[in-house]
């Protein structure tokens, strides 16, 4: 059974750090690509950063420079450091992967393409 479970967010202040973590079950993030995507109130889902089976990650314009994401294949465990946190950052984090998909990224629109999801980790930045 495939199963994806996020923790690590909170609540942080403006110019904080926070460690998200998602433990993977049922399949390898090793021949996977992984991705963690964002939804804020009444805004889409975007894509925050996503690391292929190979190891090659990719990030979305607000992630680049302050985000960092990284795996653990021993765990089968996929990460996502944050830093510089803003209040625009505030929303749900979800972890996602698309299964048997070793070298491309998979920050599509929306998620489209994602084979599963975890229920997501709330982050909320404040001033």
């Known amino acids: 059974q495939v199963k994806l479970v996020e923790s690590g967010g909170g609540s942080v202040q403006s110019g904080g750090s926070l460690r998200l973590s998602c433990v ?7 021949t996977s690509c992984m991705a963690w995507f964002r939804q804020a109130p009444g805004k889409e889902r975007e894509g925050v950063a996503s690391i292929s089976g190979g190891g090659r990650s990719s990030y979305g314009g607000s992630a680049k420079g302050r985000f960092t994401i990284s795996r653990d294949t021993d765990k ?7 830093n510089g946190l803003k209040v625009e950052d505030t929303a ?8 048997d998909y070793t070298w491309g990224t998979c ?3 929306g998620g489209v393409g994602m084979d599963y999801w975890g229920e997501g980790t709330l982050v909320t930045i404040s001033s």
Not at 24 to 30: R, V
């Open 24 to 30: 993977a079950s049922g399949f390898l993030t090793s």
């Open 107 to 109: 920050l599509g629109p």
């Open 92 to 99: 749900m984090y979800y972890c996602a992967a698309k299964v």
């Open 76 to 82: 089968n465990t996929l990460y996502l450091q944050m």
